[in-house]
Nanobody
Framework: QVQLVESGGGLVQAGDSLRLSCVASGDTFNDDAMGWFRQFSGEEREFVASISASGRIPFYADSVKGRFTISRDNAKNTIYLQMNSLKPEDTAVYYC??????????????????WGQGTQVTVSS
């Protein structure tokens, strides 16, 4: 399994943008679908976005469609989550994860592979 390290979280105001990064170490990154989940305080993690191993097929939760964009750079073993027009309700800990299927993460709301340690995103109103 790969090891994942997220970065890029922080405190921003509503309407601002942030870009999260997740760097993977290991030999299977190019074979894995990757995704982002988030966890609100006191709640279960929820799916945010995922992307196929090739980087050609993304999936998004309805709550972030049109505002967030997931991408990956397989040469750098890195995935990104560009978050625009942030809202206070986007405040959460964001995790990256690996899984055999990008669609599987979206449908099942879970990932079967590795998880990062999370990065806090706080959006003030």
């Amino acid at each position: 399994q790969v090891q994942l390290v997220e970065s890029g979280g922080g405190l921003v105001q509503a309407g601002d943008s942030l870009r999260l990064s997740c760097v993977a170490s290991g030999d299977t990154f190019n074979d894995d679908a990757m995704g982002w989940f988030r966890q609100f305080s006191g709640e279960e993690r929820e799916f945010v976005a995922s992307i196929s191993a090739s980087g050609r097929i993304p999936f998004y939760a309805d709550s972030v469609k049109g505002r967030f964009t997931i991408s990956r750079d397989n040469a750098k073993n890195t995935i990104y989550l560009q978050m625009n027009s942030l809202k206070p309700e986007d405040t959460a800990v964001y995790y990256c994860a690996s899984n055999p299927s990008a669609q599987g993460m979206a449908v099942m709301n879970r990932a079967l592979g590795s998880w990062g340690q999370g990065t806090q995103v706080t959006v003030s109103s």
